[in-house]
């Protein structure tokens, strides 16, 4: 059930709001089989932020839950729902249909085939790791929307945390996972939080001495890890992702 926060200030945008609506920090339709009995965590979003990541939050559900395996058990619901999203089959009325095909053919344009996997994360491949008999099936996701989901991320968590939105002279810089022990050594070695769901798992290392400053790892179904950091908005230091 969606939490009623009235007005105050959208954790996303940072701008006061009469009306807020509630953001589920892991999507609704992101949760493994078996979680309808757990509490989903919600924050407060503006109608605006939230419709925007909704629309990301679709488009990332179909390519990323297409790249975790459908023979393990622990992700096997993500894939069935990527896999209906795309089944013109299920649709109850004709222009779901027509929007299911429409889909599911931009999908088949964007695949491409290859002999090795990329290091890259935002390039996961299509079906089961393992298997690469005739080479691996991969789509490209944009860096963009996986910079608006982990931005999501930390500041849903940070809400969870500290009952408090990101003030704006903070910023959440997403970078690239190589790079995350290089540039922060000595944020990971500061004390982690967990804040774990079924398939869904970040550690927060806080900095000593600011509630909000933290480094984030967060592990997605078993499959994607991402990294990002609250940081000073005017702090100098190389994005690593536009």
Known sequence: MAKKFGAGICIHCGEDCDDLTSDHILPESWYLDGASDIEKWQAPACKPCNGRLGAIERRLLQKLALGTDPENDLTESVSEKALRSFDPRVAKKESDRVHREKARDK?????????????????????????????????????????????????????????????????????????????????????????????????????????????????????????????????PAKELLP
């Not at 298997?131 to 099936?137: F, N, S, T």
């Not at 860096?143 to 704006?168: C, H």
């Not at 806080?206 to 984030?216: E, G, I, K, N």
Request: charged content about 25%; proline content about 7%; glycine content about 4%.
């Open 107 to 235: 999908v088949a344009r964007e695949l491409r085939k290859v002999t090795e996997l990329p290091n890259e994360v935002f390039l996961p491949n299509i079906g089961p790791v393992h298997d690469a008999r005739d080479g691996y099936a991969i789509t490209e996701v944009a860096a963009a929307d996986i910079v608006a989901l982990v931005g999501k991320f930390v500041r849903g968590i940070t809400y969870l945390r500290l009952n408090r939105a990101l003030p704006k002279e903070y910023t959440v810089r997403v970078f690239n996972l190589p790079e995350i022990s290089k540039l922060f050594p000595e944020w990971l070695a500061t004390s982690k939080e967990i804040f774990e769901l079924p398939g869904f798992r970040v550690e927060r290392h806080p900095v000593p001495d600011d509630d909000f400053l933290a480094l984030f790892r967060i592990f997605l179904w078993g499959r994607y890890e991402f990294a990002a950091v609250v940081a000073k908005t005017d702090w």
